[in-house]
């Protein structure tokens, strides 16, 4: 075991694949002799050379489209979107170039790529640099979709991604890059599809990913103290959805509250009520609630940003709306 | 080492003859067959332009690839795909190169170098150039040949191309294919600037401009750049002016154009019909000869709609399959 930042995970998990295989190459801008603009890849540059650690120009359709090329011929490569706002300039390449490639070609060809990058707010970046890509990216049959919260999920996730043989969306936050965990050391894989629940209870199931997992955390620990016994589940995964594990849960706890950083409209919360209408009508003793970013472009100052993006009483309001429901 | 027109012997004139004519019969059968609604969707045929697809091919190696757009058939068949898979796919058949699941558009053939295919207008651009990449991260001296029309060449992704082409050394050999029409916008109606080879200027990038209706320019042209590739590993600009003797499309009744102009073309600069005065002139094949390749060329052909025809389509299964992979 290691403590060590989710940033630290990240590179050290990029670095272990591309010991492990020689076709694995990064490239980005300022990956290389900027460090990252994260740091993410710091001293990747100075370990592998430039070969394989690639500055590229402020072209984001153009590399995501060399790199799908690269992918198609055999090599591994990991694209770095500075950020995930930016690989909106590469979208044909990534879903119609990448995710659709393999079907359309009868499983002759494919990608094995990954599309990674810190996504969704910030802190003050405002709307252009703060959208929550996640329910874009999962829309597509073909692509993987991953977004962890922990540091062990970063590192075993993005190891899992390099190594999986399609298309791979990896979605960080820029505000975890920094957090300190545990991180197993070595070989430390997490299987892509599958969600953790991170605490188990009965009264109650809130399903989120990425940076929402500490919001849902602090406020299940504040429902605990009102004697609500709340199950978390931490979804790792976006596509392919762990739909057992949320099934199982609210089989459990009959009732279950969806957040997420994104917007409502057609927003992965949406998706997970829809299955649970499909998976669990019948186990219900509430309607599902979401809890999401309101629907607006992100706004710059301060206290709007903060009522844009889910906050904890929104969280602990929804567990106490849906728990008095039912009582 | 450039060869010129003198050091093509009798039989590979023939065999140039012979796959130009493969390209064009096949092509008029899918047109055919189109209309017997045998085809769906988007059927983008290549006639008038095969010397481009056979000048080419003759240049290249086991090793290079080769990438398109959507108007592919005639270079897929040229990089060496069977066309019984060729037209199976067009027929939506589980024996088609795609399995049926691709069509016209998205077609492969990775084994012979064939990288598709690609129904997203300058896509295949940055592709190619990451085949390109390839081939030097794998640290071999193959290269890939990226092919794309006098419309896709004011894409933006073109030049982030060029750039990044010129600035890493990639051996790629930038093929504009100018037909004279972006669907139905002319080249004059659409480009600030028609010198199509000097678009790579702004990068470093030199161009050169190619009578595409004659094999021989195509070939010398190609064989030319072939070799500074290989040996610079730099990145190269063919403009190869060239001509569809139909419209854009199977849906497109060409009304931008004139029949004189057409009938220009097919009259006078045909490239199946240049290859066979050359080949006649100088006394490299006889009429009999002709007519015999002619009858097999029309066999492959007839075995290949035979083939398509007699083969199912995929089975309902297939719906649910190749979205992933191991």
């Known amino acids: 075991m290691a403590l060590i930042t989710i940033r630290e995970a990240l590179r050290d998990a990029m670095a272990e694949e591309m010991i492990r295989d020689e076709k694995v190459f990064v490239m980005g801008e300022e990956v290389a002799e900027y460090q990252g603009a994260y740091k993410v890849t710091q001293g990747l540059l100075e370990r592998f050379g430039s070969r394989r650690v690639i500055d590229t120009p402020i072209t984001e359709h153009g590399f995501a489209g060399l790199a799908v090329g690269a992918a198609l011929a055999g090599l591994r490569p990991i694209v770095e979107f500075m950020t995930m706002n930016f690989a909106m300039q590469a979208m044909d390449q990534i879903i119609n170039s990448a995710a659709k490639t393999h079907y359309m070609s009868g499983g002759l060809l494919t990608c094995p790529i990954v599309f990674r990058g810190p996504n969704g707010a910030a802190s003050r970046v405002a709307a252009q640099h703060s959208q929550c890509y996640a329910s874009w990216f999962a829309h597509i049959p073909g692509l993987k979709v991953i977004a962890p919260s922990s540091g062990a999920d970063h590192k075993g996730l993005l190891k899992a991604a390099i190594r999986d043989n399609n298309p791979v969306v990896f979605l960080e936050n820029e505000m975890l890059y920094g957090n300190t965990t545990e991180v197993p050391d070595g070989e430390h894989l997490v299987e892509i599809g599958k969600a953790a629940v991170l605490k188990e209870g009965n009264d109650v199931t809130i399903v989120s990913f990425s940076i929402q997992i500490k919001n849902v955390l602090i406020a299940a620990q504040e429902a605990e103290k009102n004697g609500i016994s709340v199950e978390i589940i931490d979804l790792r995964t976006i596509r392919p959805l762990d739909v057992t594990t949320i099934i199982n849960s609210v089989k459990k706890t009959n009732k279950i509250i969806a957040v997420e950083e994104g917007w409502p409209f057609a927003g992965i919360c949406s998706e997970i009520a829809a299955i649970i209408m499909e998976n669990a009508f019948d186990y219900l003793d509430a309607p599902l609630i979401r809890v999401t970013g309101k629907d607006v472009p992100l706004p710059y100052a301060a206290n709007l940003e903060k009522l844009a993006l889910p906050q904890i009483d929104d969280i602990t309001n929804a567990i106490y709306h849906i728990c008095k429901k039912t009582s | 080492m450039v060869r010129r027109n003198k050091d093509i012997d009798s039989a590979n004139a023939c065999r140039y003859y012979e796959e130009m004519l493969l390209l064009r019969r096949f092509e008029e059968k899918a047109g055919q067959l189109y209309s ?238 240049q290859m066979k005065d050359y080949m006649l002139k100088n006394k490299l094949i006889n009429d009999s000869a002709l007519i015999d390749i002619e009858k097999k060329i029309k066999k492959i052909i007839e075995d290949a709609v035979n083939f398509s025809q007699e083969s199912p389509e995929p089975n309902v299964s297939e719906l649910y399959t190749d979205i992933y992979t191991k």
């Not at chain 2, 982030?160 to 790629?172: G, I, Q, R, Y």
């Open chain 2, 36 to 273: 017997m609604g045998l085809i769906g969707g988007f059927c983008h045929l290549y006639i008038g332009q095969e010397a481009v697809a056979i000048g080419i091919q003759a240049a290249l190696k086991s090793g290079d690839s080769v990438i398109t757009s959507y108007r592919d058939h005639g270079i897929m068949i040229a990089t060496g795909s069977e066309p019984k898979y060729v037209m199976a796919e067009l027929l939506g058949r589980a024996t088609g190169c795609s399995k049926g699941k691709g069509g016209s558009m998205h077609m492969f053939d990775p084994a012979k170098g064939f990288f598709g295919g690609h129904g997203i207008v300058g896509a295949q651009v940055p592709i190619g150039t990451g085949l390109a990449f390839a081939a030097k991260y794998n640290n071999t001296d193959n290269l890939c040949v990226t092919i794309f029309g006098d419309g896709a060449v004011n894409q933006g992704q073109v030049y982030e191309s060029f750039n990044m082409a010129k600035l890493w050394n990639l051996p790629v050999i930038y093929v504009v294919e100018n037909n004279g029409y972006a669907m139905g916008t002319s080249t004059s109606r659409a480009s600030s600037v028609t010198d199509f080879f000097r678009r790579g200027e702004s990068f470093g990038i030199q161009g050169r401009q190619v009578d595409g209706m004659n094999f021989f320019a195509v070939y010398e042209a190609m064989q030319d750049a072939v070799a500074k590739v290989r040996k610079n590993n730099e990145p190269l600009l063919l403009e190869v002016q060239t001509y569809r003797y139909r419209g854009h499309s199977m849906s497109d009744p060409a009304k931008y154009r004139s029949k004189d102009e057409v009938a220009e073309y097919r009259e006078k600069r045909d490239p199946i019909e």
